[in-house]
């Protein structure tokens, strides 16, 4: 039996694949802690880890996070990235490395592996010069060679062309990361680290070992990955979520539908249903197909009255849902993006900021959806994209073939067992 340190930003997309593999660590009969925000010490209990929820730093509500950091209060797009990861990713991470460090103090631990998004992991290792890994819920997507520049949601050009442009836009972005590559060695001093010479792109990963979400088909063809990174899937696929969701009252429509189950969803982060719920609503109210909406918690109802093949609920369990569906409409969040594509359902994505447009991108590149290319699309684009999926096959070949690939990379399990080899390393 190993001790394993985990740490989880508290947001439901990352604490609930974290949750997946700690979950997993536990059952192979390991000691496991996660450092996570209040909120999510519950949910990490469940499984049987030990919690150490956060002391220095401020707390947070992911569904008010303004309330914590008054710069988020109406921002959205490039604005919103840069205070998201100024104030709340970069600007706690002193003092989640100061609950670290003094829970070592407390109890060593074997194993420090952490959500990319903490830096307190990386920082906190560097402090004790302990093995530390990355367990990544999020998409690993460096920039490389023929790869265009992130946050753009670009895809690859070919040509003198293609060059000039990735070139163009390339330099325009790096001056952005310069900034903020400075702020990560400010922070570090902050955090009584010495400057190291990480960039933007990859101070938030180990060089030891990350293990990645995902899959490599769904990035772009790329050959320059380091050997240290593994990806092992859809880090949901263990049955571990977070309590037991009832099916809604109106169940049997989807089961018994004739016409393609539609689901819509905006995840957990933006949630105002103006950018996708109500357009898609009002995309597909004539159309021959079931709408099931899941509004997640922090939704307030929906303005009524509701289409007639619509059907609402907070959540819906998607090991019930997605086998029945077919088609996902989605803002791109990656964890639920995955498990669409796990069941082989195509998507239509709306990523509108954060990693959402590169999501979208490679979904689109790939055949196994449709990019709308905005997070706030018109009701008349909505319906001519599922219009499409449900109306061209190769599109859900396209979700199959990566549906195929995401199962056979083991998921939690496969994780778990690239951790246990770092140990043992």
Same mark, same amino acid.
């Given at each position: 039996?190993?001790?394993?340190?985990?740490?989880?930003?508290?947001?439901?997309?990352?604490?609930?694949?974290?949750?997946?593999?700690?979950?997993?660590?536990?059952?192979?009969?390991?000691?496991?802690?996660?450092?996570?925000?209040?909120?999510?010490?519950?949910?990490?209990?469940?499984?049987?880890?030990?919690?150490?929820?956060?002391?220095?730093?401020?707390?947070?509500?992911?569904?008010?996070?303004?309330?914590?950091?008054?710069?988020?209060?109406?921002?959205?797009?490039?604005?919103?990235?840069?205070?998201?990861?100024?104030?709340?990713?970069?600007?706690?991470?002193?003092?989640?490395?100061?609950?670290?460090?003094a829970?070592?103090?407390?109890?060593?631990?074997?194993?420090?592996?952490?959500?990319?998004?903490?830096?307190?992991?990386?920082?906190?290792?560097?402090?004790?010069?302990?093995?530390?890994?990355?367990?990544?819920?999020?998409?690993?997507?460096?920039?490389?060679?023929?790869?265009?520049?992130?946050?753009l949601?670009?895809?690859?050009?070919?040509?003198?062309?293609?060059?000039?442009?990735d070139?163009?836009?390339?330099?325009?972005?790096g001056?952005?990361?310069?900034?903020?590559?400075?702020?990560?060695?400010?922070?570090?001093?902050?955090?009584?680290?010495?400057?190291?010479?990480?960039?933007?792109?990859?101070?938030w990963?180990?060089?030891? +070992? %990350? @293990?990645?979400?995902?899959?490599?088909?769904? /990035?772009?063809?790329?050959?320059? #990955? !380091? &050997?240290?990174? *593994?990806?092992?899937?859809?880090?949901?696929?263990?049955?571990?979520?977070?309590?037991?969701?009832?099916?809604?009252?109106?169940?049997?429509?989807?089961?018994?539908?004739?016409?393609?189950?539609?689901?819509?969803?905006?995840?957990?982060a933006?949630?105002?249903?103006?950018?996708?719920?109500?357009?898609?609503?009002?995309?597909?109210?004539?159309?021959?197909? +079931? %709408? @099931?909406?899941?509004?997640?918690?922090?939704? /307030?109802?929906?303005?009524?009255? #509701? !289409? &007639?093949?619509? *059907?609402?609920?907070?959540m819906?369990?998607?090991?019930?849902?997605?086998?029945?569906?077919?088609?996902?409409?989605?803002?791109?969040?990656?964890?639920?993006?995955?498990?669409?594509?796990?069941?082989?359902?195509?998507?239509?994505?709306?990523?509108?900021?954060?990693?959402?447009?590169?999501?979208?991108?490679?979904?689109?590149?790939?055949?196994?959806?449709?990019?709308?290319?905005?997070?706030t699309?018109?009701?008349?684009?909505?319906?001519?994209?599922?219009?499409?999926?449900?109306?061209?096959?190769?599109?859900?070949?396209?979700?199959?073939?990566?549906?195929?690939?995401?199962?056979?990379?083991?998921?939690?399990?496969?994780?778990?067992?690239?951790?246990?080899?770092?140990?043992?390393?």
């Open positions: 039996m190993a001790s394993i340190m985990m740490t989880a930003m508290p947001f439901a997309g990352h604490a609930r694949p974290v949750r997946a593999v700690a979950a997993e660590l536990v059952r192979r009969g390991h000691d496991v802690r996660v450092h996570t925000g209040r909120s999510y010490t519950g949910t990490f209990a469940e499984v049987g880890a030990r919690v150490v929820p956060w002391a220095a730093p401020p707390d947070l509500d992911e569904r008010n996070l303004a309330a914590t950091f008054p710069r988020m209060r109406d921002r959205k797009g490039f604005r919103q990235v840069l205070v998201n990861l100024e104030d709340l990713f970069l600007g706690t991470a002193p003092a989640q490395c100061t609950d670290l460090v829970e070592h103090a407390r109890e060593p631990w074997d194993l420090l592996a952490g959500d990319p998004m903490a830096l307190c992991t990386r920082f906190a290792a560097e402090h004790l010069g302990k093995p530390w890994a990355t367990v990544s819920p999020i998409a690993y997507w460096p920039p490389g060679p023929g790869i265009p520049p992130t946050g949601g670009l895809t690859p050009a070919r040509g003198v062309p293609g060059r000039v442009r070139a163009v836009l390339g330099a325009a972005s001056a952005g990361t310069t900034l903020l590559t400075r702020a990560y060695q400010r922070t570090r001093r902050e955090a009584g680290l010495a400057p190291d010479r990480e960039t933007f792109a990859t101070m990963f180990s060089r030891e +070992l %990350v @293990v990645a979400a995902g899959v490599p088909g769904l /990035d772009y063809p790329r050959s320059d #990955l !380091p &050997a240290h990174v *593994r990806f092992v899937g859809d880090l949901t696929d263990d049955g571990t979520a977070p309590g037991p969701t009832a099916l809604p009252a109106w169940w049997a429509d989807v089961v018994d539908a004739t016409a393609p189950v539609v689901h819509v969803t905006q995840g957990t933006n949630v105002d249903p103006h950018d996708l719920i109500l357009p898609t609503l009002e995309a597909l109210a004539d159309e021959e197909v +079931l %709408v @099931v909406v899941g509004l997640g918690h922090r939704t /307030d109802p929906l303005p009524g009255p #509701l !289409p &007639a093949n619509a *059907r609402v609920a907070p819906v369990p998607y090991p019930h849902l997605l086998p029945r569906t077919s088609v996902v409409v989605t803002n791109g969040g990656y964890g639920g993006v995955l498990q669409s594509l796990r069941h082989d359902v195509p998507l239509v994505v709306a990523g509108g900021d954060l990693d959402k447009p590169e999501i979208a991108a490679r979904v689109g590149w790939h055949g196994a959806g449709v990019d709308l290319r905005t997070g699309p018109r009701a008349g684009a909505v319906r001519d994209a599922v219009r499409r999926v449900l109306g061209d096959p190769r599109h859900r070949a396209a979700a199959a073939r990566l549906g195929g690939e995401l199962r056979a990379a083991g998921g939690a399990r496969a994780a778990a067992n690239r951790l246990e080899a770092h140990l043992d390393r």
